[in-house]
């Protein structure tokens, strides 16, 4: 083989394995969102589309919420967030619940589900219910410490009123799990469910799975190789979904700032993983929410802008979950958006961390307003 033809035959496969790498990983049409318009990116809102409030404080009440994430138990919603007085992450950080009997029209007054203590704080964890014990993960924190430091317990209930004593989320080999759990994990149709945490020291993404089906021990970490730097990983805040073809997808939030999402596939369940790819769908670097409809089409939800601005909302569609090909709008900048009533550190103007849930042929998308009120909007399938 000539020196000229060797080139080529090298230049040609170092182009199609990249290629070859992402080619079940998820991507957006051209043009589906125009990012140069601010407000509302180009897209609509559905028509079957409301939206309640579930938290907003007076002036006597906490001014930082965020971190929303929701759930159904034996008819009721469940909706779980953090709270503190005025700053994000402050030491008598909780965590608080609030119910609704009625579909998500009306929710009860906030309940406290976890509190801080002297040497820790915590956070929104998530929920999974089966049909006959609510468990609610409890990320806890011991602050003033130089790296991220946490871990993961959770309470349950049988009847939406009364909680157990916190204990420890245990992996496979009986050890309690040394990080903080992501709030949304997946059930897959074996009963698997798949995860994510981020572990320590510092705070290190690692998609997790167990076949336990109460969801509180028997974890173990996926095998998928991360970008660490430092501290932390640069993948952070996964969400999963399912592909047409049964492969899972995670999508991540790129702490290095590409502002596009990060995505990786299984094809056994979650125990294994590519290496995390860039996508062109673009992102805030923010939390995101994924996840299957009822027919299996995926679903991404987040702040597409491609810069830091966490407004609008939008739903992205994929009937495959490959191409992204249809978006919706669920809540706008300009009028849409009310002004922050409150300062506090890291309180971000616009919608937060939105999580989902497929309910009763609804789609229910709740978040953070401003970081100070808790939202959800409501989308009838």
């Not at 790498?21 to 589906?32: G, S, V």
Request: with cysteine; net charge negative.
């Amino acid at each position: 083989m000539t020196a000229k033809r060797l080139f080529i035959t090298l230049s040609v496969m170092l182009t199609v394995v990249p290629c070859m790498a992402q080619e079940h990983l998820p991507y957006m049409t051209e043009q589906l969102v125009d990012t140069t318009q601010a407000e509302t990116l180009g897209l609509q809102k559905p028509q079957q589309l409301t939206t309640t409030t579930i938290f907003s404080p007076d002036e006597s009440e906490p001014h930082y919420a965020n971190g929303a994430v929701l759930t159904a138990f034996k008819g009721s919603l469940f909706c779980m967030w953090q709270s503190s007085q005025t700053d994000e992450d402050a030491p008598e950080t909780c965590v608080m619940y609030s119910v609704s009997t009625d579909k998500g029209q009306t929710w009860s007054p906030p309940t406290l589900l976890a509190s801080a203590t002297d040497s820790t704080y915590c956070t929104s964890g998530g929920w999974l219910s089966t049909p006959d014990t609510l468990v609610a993960y409890i990320n806890t924190w011991a602050p003033g410490t130089e790296t991220a430091c946490g871990y993961t317990r959770y309470v349950t209930t049988t009847d939406g009123r009364n909680w157990s004593t916190p204990q420890h989320v245990t992996m496979a080999d009986g050890s309690h799990m040394d990080g903080i759990i992501e709030q949304d994990p997946l059930v897959l149709p074996t009963g698997r469910i798949v995860g994510a945490a981020h572990f320590q020291p510092g705070l290190h993404v690692s998609p997790i799975y167990t076949d336990d089906p109460t969801g509180r021990h028997g974890w173990k970490r996926g095998d998928m190789q991360s970008h660490d730097h430092g501290k932390q990983s640069q993948e952070l805040e996964p969400s999963q979904y399912l592909q047409h073809d049964g492969s899972l997808i995670m999508v991540f939030r790129d702490q290095q700032g590409s502002y596009r999402k990060l995505a990786a596939r299984s094809t056994d369940d979650g125990e294994t993983w590519t290496t995390p790819m860039p996508t062109n769908i673009p992102d805030a670097r923010v939390k995101q929410s994924a996840g299957n409809l009822p027919d299996g089409t995926a679903f991404l939800i987040g702040n597409p802008t491609g810069n830091k601005r966490r407004y609008p909302l939008a739903v992205l569609y994929s009937e495959d979950g490959i191409c992204f090909d249809r978006a919706f709008l669920l809540r706008a900048g300009g009028s849409d958006l009310p002004r922050q009533r409150w300062p506090g550190r890291y309180k971000t103007l616009g919608y937060s961390y939105p999580k989902a849930l497929v309910y009763g042929g609804k789609l229910y998308v709740v978040y953070a307003t401003n970081k100070e009120a808790i939202e959800c909007s409501i989308l009838t399938l």
